[in-house]
């Protein structure tokens, strides 16, 4: 089965600099990875998705790098800001069985943002 | 804000006892997933409902069962509650549950505390 994990629990950034938050995932046949951002007492909510037949795709100061050769997963953010503090999930989409797909969450990456 | 509601916010319970929380999903979605988040991690599958009908579930107990609607909203029961429950629950809703690139949003959650 898929298990998805991440190199770091913590980062801290200052304010106006990059961050990188990273992402491993097991041997999976999954072929769509989604990257959710999950403030103090809120749901998770949809960053930024990439496909498997594509290695790059950026939004709006977040970038998601997919190297499907060592099996991981990469969120950038430009310009960090303070309200981009919160915790930060990968989620792969496997199969769950009865035609149906679910979304397998790593531990998180908790982000602060130093002024 | 993803459109996805639940209800109530916070609820305590002791154990053995049993408890209903609720999610209306977002308008044009007729799937929905419930997830427990326990603190510090990342949210764990449940199971899934499209079209009111269980369409996978996870490495949960029956005594976690739920119900969906014809308007899609969903129900997520839970009997004979254990220490353990105490976690935060997120529905989530989407578009197609069929779907493998099937993008699911987040409601906020309920807080359930078992004592």
């Known amino acids: 089965g898929e298990s998805v994990g991440l190199h770091l629990p913590t980062l801290s950034v200052q304010e106006g600099d990059n961050s990188i938050i990273n992402c491993a995932y097991s041997n999976s046949a999954s072929d769509y990875f989604i990257w959710y951002k999950q403030e103090s007492g809120k749901g998770p909510q949809f960053i930024i998705d990439i496909r498997s037949n594509m290695d790059k795709r950026q939004g709006q100061r977040v970038t998601v790098l997919l190297n499907k050769t060592v099996k991981h997963l990469s969120l950038q953010i430009a310009a960090t800001q303070p309200g981009d503090s919160a915790v930060y999930f990968c989620?792969?989409?496997?199969?769950?069985?009865?035609?149906?797909?679910?979304?397998?969450f790593g531990k998180g990456t908790k982000l602060s943002v130093i002024p | 804000e993803t459109g996805v509601t639940q209800s109530p916010t916070h609820l305590i319970k002791t154990r053995g006892q049993q408890v209903t929380l609720r999610c209306s999903s977002q308008?044009?979605?007729?799937?929905v997933s419930w997830y427990q988040q326990a603190l510090g991690q990342g949210p764990q599958f449940i199971f899934q409902?499209?079209?009111?009908?269980?369409?996978g579930r996870g490495n949960f107990p029956p005594r976690f069962s739920g119900l969906q609607f014809p308007n899609y909203s969903s129900e997520l029961n839970v009997n004979a509650l254990e220490l353990d429950d105490s976690a935060l629950y997120l529905c989530?809703?989407?578009?197609?549950?069929?779907?493998?690139?099937?993008?699911?949003?987040f409601g906020p959650g309920t807080r359930l505390t078992v004592l």
């Open positions: 989530a809703s989407s578009q197609d549950g069929t779907g493998r690139l099937d993008t699911q949003y």
């Open positions: 989620a792969l989409i496997g199969y769950s069985g009865a035609g149906s797909y679910q979304l397998t």
């Open positions: 308008s044009g979605h007729n799937t």
């Open positions: 409902y499209y079209r009111e009908e269980e369409n």
